[in-house]
């Protein structure tokens, strides 16, 4: 936290009273993250030493969700005060300041500037003598913003949780807990496919459920688009894999009416509903600005796109790597690549790979097998 946050004088010390601003973004019938809600609950109680938790996984993962679920299960039980902050970026992160200054500071007072707002408010913070909750959403880009801990308040009656796609950021959680999401369990992925798709939850279509929410890696915002899809073709679900087969762009692209997931995609616009596939196109971005050989690994992607979901083995790619040099069609196709795998394959450099995609939480996992190392659940 920021130990160099200005001191306010005895005078201008906060009254104690009750802010909320959380998105109105809560689904009903939340569904299925209960552990990971209890674990936030149980690292931000007042009987835990810990004051940070930071929530990562990939989008559509239900971060937002569990956020705004344990925002609303902690008001008045422990939390008198909840602020919501856009951390996108940091101009993003000082509005969302801005809006608390304005909030908080005595009626007679003026401030200058977005710099004196945003100091006001992590120093009243930092004196604030009730406990309160700061949620830091969309920090998903720590090198282009590597200051957010100068923007913590530092309060033993303060808890804060950040959402986030990237690993790095776990540093940041310190004694406290970062927890990592990954798709849902095969029940309540089947619970939620069925109230999404409007079909009554019967024997005969379980099995049909069950290689539904498998294919779509028990990712819930994959799972949301296809359940609209299912009811706004009313499809039977017999035939929902062969749909998705021949139109997967389609119903991954669709976003669905009155849909929870959304977000700035820039400072200026207004909070814009998202898709699986958006969601990828930032992830991608993401990738080939900040990452060095960025395009290269997203080409990488690319290829795992061909592949099934799990099990995507190194041997394969190894032997694709060896015969490009005998096999110019295969040399042309593989194009940027061969700047991660010059010369010899290097094992070590792939596993350096796959991990950074996995800081970033593009690619979920994976582990070492008897033919290396392979990657496991993703949705392409």
């Known amino acids: ?4 946050a200005p ?3 005895q005078g201008t010390r906060p009254t104690v009273k009750r802010y909320y601003r959380i998105p109105n973004r809560r689904v009903c019938g939340f569904i299925g993250s209960e552990v990971i809600l209890e674990e936030i609950v149980n690292q931000l109680s007042p009987s835990s030493t ?5 929530l990562r996984g990939m989008g559509g993962q239900g971060k937002t969700q569990i956020a705004l679920e344990y925002c609303h299960q902690a008001i008045d039980r422990q939390f008198l005060t909840i602020f919501w902050i856009d951390a996108t970026s940091e101009s993003s992160l000082k509005k969302s300041f801005e809006v608390i200054s304005e909030d908080i500071r005595p009626a007679a007072m003026t401030l200058s500037s977005t710099d004196s707002s945003v100091d006001f408010a992590i120093a009243s913070l ?3 003598p009730s406990p309160w909750l700061m949620v830091f959403d969309n920090y998903d880009d720590p090198t282009a913003f590597e200051n957010l801990p100068h923007f913590l308040p530092n309060n033993k009656n303060g808890s804060i949780l950040i959402k986030t796609r990237h690993a790095d950021v776990d540093a940041l959680a310190k004694g406290g807990k970062a927890i990592e999401l990954h798709g849902l369990k095969e029940n309540f992925a089947l619970k939620l496919f069925f109230r999404q798709s409007g079909t009554v939850e019967v024997d005969r279509d379980i099995e049909q459920g069950r290689n539904i929410v498998e294919r779509l890696g028990y990712h819930p915002l994959a799972i949301t688009q296809a359940g609209a899809y299912i009811t706004k073709r009313k499809i039977a679900l017999k035939d929902f894999m062969d749909h998705y087969n021949r139109r997967r762009k389609i119903i991954l692209d669709q976003t669905p009416q009155m849909s929870q997931y959304r977000r700035r995609l820039t400072d200026a616009q207004n909070e814009t509903s998202l898709s699986v596939f958006t969601i990828w196109e930032l992830s991608f971005q993401q990738l080939e600005t900040m990452q060095a050989d960025g395009k290269t690994k997203a080409d990488l ?15 394969l790619f190894k032997e694709f790597h060896d015969s490009r040099n005998s096999n110019d069609q295969v040399s042309c196709c593989i194009g940027s690549l061969g700047k991660i795998f010059r010369g010899a394959w290097d094992s070590d450099q792939f596993l350096d790979t796959l991990g950074e ?6 690619l979920q996992t994976f582990s070492e097998g008897a033919d290396g190392f392979a990657t496991s659940r993703s949705i392409h």
Do not use: G, P, Y
């Open 1 to 4: 936290m920021n130990d160099q």
């Open 357 to 362: 995609l996995k800081d970033l939480s593009i």
């Open 7 to 9: 001191r306010l004088s």
């Open 126 to 128: 930092s004196a604030w």
């Open 50 to 54: 810990s004051r940070i938790v930071v």
């Open 301 to 315: 992607l690319t290829f795992f796109a061909f592949f099934h979901c799990k099990d995507i083995t190194e041997r």
